[in-house]
């Protein structure tokens, strides 16, 4: 019998990909959808393309869309073996430079959103003592780095929370998963956001070269490892950049890392 899987963030991106990628490997996936036009817009494709691949409308940050969704899936197919935490959205600048309403929006999109979806989804798969929960964080949610103070505390928090259920529900069979995907290329760079400073990439070539971004396949490849795995890991860091940088904040002496760290930002 084919897995059911609600994935949020749908609409485009990484999570669009992964659930087509999904639903074409024979999973029952529920892509989880905020704005009703995109719903519209990626039915009439996904209906004759992906026959078992449904939009759901789903705003993570609506305590009462989260439980609605859950029980309809659970009603329709009876379970939900998979949750995939991905919606979120990222902001950058100066940390002071932002409004209280802004960390709080950040915080409830890319951490209580997940939070809200893993809470109503767990009496579930305690009661089949079965499942797998996968948060998409970041290597911004590993290392915090200048002008991403929001956004890395948002996805620090999501890593906490992903930790503490790991422990908590081993005992009911229930898998906690948090992928660390580091810099993603835009299929569109064109129509992505500026940063407000220099990327790192564009002033040293040797970090360019080393540390390459990877691509939105290579995040959905892994995902599905994940999902197939009998005994999953706890994180999964994806990318040279996010491997070769976590590597070293963790065994280099503090001040030679502030050192590297305020170099690169400097120039």
């Not at 999570?15 to 990626?42: C, F, H, M, S």
């Not at 005994?231 to 065994?251: C, K, M, N, S, Y």
Request: proline share 6%; aromatic share 8%.
């Amino acid at each position: 019998m084919p897995q059911v899987v609600l994935i949020t963030g749908c609409s485009s991106g990484l999570g669009k990909l992964t659930a087509e990628t999904l639903a074409n490997q024979g999973y029952i996936v529920y892509a989880g959808i905020r704005k009703p036009e995109d719903i519209k817009d990626l039915k009439s494709v996904w209906k004759t393309k992906y026959p078992t691949l449904y939009p759901a409308k789903l705003d993570i940050t609506s305590d009462g869309d989260c439980k609605r969704v859950i029980k309809k899936i659970i009603t329709d197919q009876g379970c939900i073996d998979v949750l995939i935490n991905n919606a979120g959205y990222t902001i950058v600048g100066p940390t002071d430079g932002f409004a209280t309403k802004a960390y709080l929006d950040i915080l409830n999109t890319n951490t209580v959103g997940a939070f809200r979806l893993i809470r109503e989804v767990l009496p579930h798969m305690r009661s089949k003592r079965s499942g797998r929960i996968i948060n998409i964080t970041s290597l911004n949610g590993l290392l915090a780095l200048p002008n991403f103070g929001l956004y890395s505390s948002s996805k620090f928090a999501l890593e906490a929370l992903g930790q503490s259920l790991r422990y908590e529900l081993n005992t009911y069979g229930i898998w906690v998963t948090n992928i660390e995907p580091g810099a993603i290329a835009k299929k569109d760079p064109a129509g992505g956001k500026r940063l407000p400073h220099t990327p790192a990439r564009e002033k040293f070539w040797i970090i360019k070269k080393l540390m390459p971004m990877i691509t939105q396949e290579e995040v959905v490849k892994r995902i599905e490892g994940v999902i197939v795995n009998p005994t999953p890991p706890a994180r999964v860091i994806i990318g040279r950049d996010a491997q070769i940088t976590t590597f070293l904040q963790r065994f280099l002496p503090q001040r030679i890392w502030d050192f590297l760290l305020c170099l690169v930002w400097n120039k």
